[in-house]
């Protein structure tokens, strides 16, 4: 069982895609574990980012990620990783599949609608930064021996 970090982010929250991007985890089988819906300071922001400082796109990725409300989660599943990236596409919207959240919804590279872990290392490490251990619900999932 692996976790991961997903964040829909300040464009998402704003064209009504919450729900739309959820039931996209859900139908998959994938386990909530944790949700929240709250705005960005700056420093979590750099936190959150701080593996693309100095990259051009850094200081207006900082300055959209904390202009408004985002929707912060933690799912769990074999494999959740993989599968949520897969589910979500690639960075850009040109080169992300059709059926993938970016593809289906996103226009441009800077509103590409969700953040998504991308190794079990930084999604322990976004999680801790968005969650406290006591905000993850443990809890049976009954359908997982279906999936
Ligand atoms: P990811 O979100 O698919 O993991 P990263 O390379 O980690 O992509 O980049 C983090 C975020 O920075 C992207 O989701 C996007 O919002 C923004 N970003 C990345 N590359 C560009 C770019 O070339 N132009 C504008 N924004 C970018
Ligand atoms: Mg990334």
Same mark, same amino acid.
């Given at each position: 069982?692996?976790?991961?970090?997903?964040?829909?982010?300040?464009?998402?929250?704003?064209?009504?895609?919450?729900?739309?991007?959820?039931?996209?985890?859900?139908?998959?089988?994938?386990?909530?574990?944790?949700?929240?819906?709250?705005? =960005?300071?700056?420093? +979590? $922001?750099?936190?959150?980012?701080?593996?693309?400082?100095?990259?051009?796109?850094?200081?207006?990725? +900082?300055?959209?990620?904390?202009?408004?409300?985002?929707?912060?989660?933690?799912?769990?599943?074999?494999?959740?990783? $993989?599968?949520?990236?897969?589910? =979500?596409?690639?960075?850009?919207?040109?080169?992300?599949?059709?059926?993938?959240?970016?593809?289906?919804?996103?226009?441009?590279?800077?509103?590409?609608?969700?953040?998504?872990?991308?190794?079990? $290392?930084?999604?322990?490490?976004? =999680?801790?930064?968005?969650?406290?251990?006591?905000?993850?619900?443990?809890?049976?999932?009954?359908?997982?021996?279906?999936?």
């Amino acid at each position: 069982m692996e976790r991961t970090f997903l964040m829909i982010k300040p464009d998402g929250v704003q064209r009504g895609l919450i729900g739309e991007i959820i039931s996209r985890f859900e139908r998959k089988g994938l386990q909530l574990s944790a949700a929240k819906f709250m705005v =960005i300071d700056q420093e +979590l $922001a750099e936190s959150h980012y701080e593996e693309h400082k100095g990259k051009g796109f850094y200081e207006p990725l +900082l300055e959209f990620i904390a202009s408004g409300p985002v929707f912060a989660m933690v799912w769990q599943g074999d494999n959740v990783i $993989a599968l949520t990236r897969a589910l =979500i596409g690639k960075t850009d919207a040109l080169e992300a599949l059709p059926g993938t959240i970016r593809s289906d919804f996103a226009v441009h590279t800077n509103f590409n609608l969700i953040h998504g872990s991308d190794s079990a $290392a930084n999604a322990e490490r976004e =999680i801790g930064l968005y969650f406290s251990p006591s905000e993850l619900v443990n809890y049976e999932h009954t359908i997982q021996r279906w999936v």
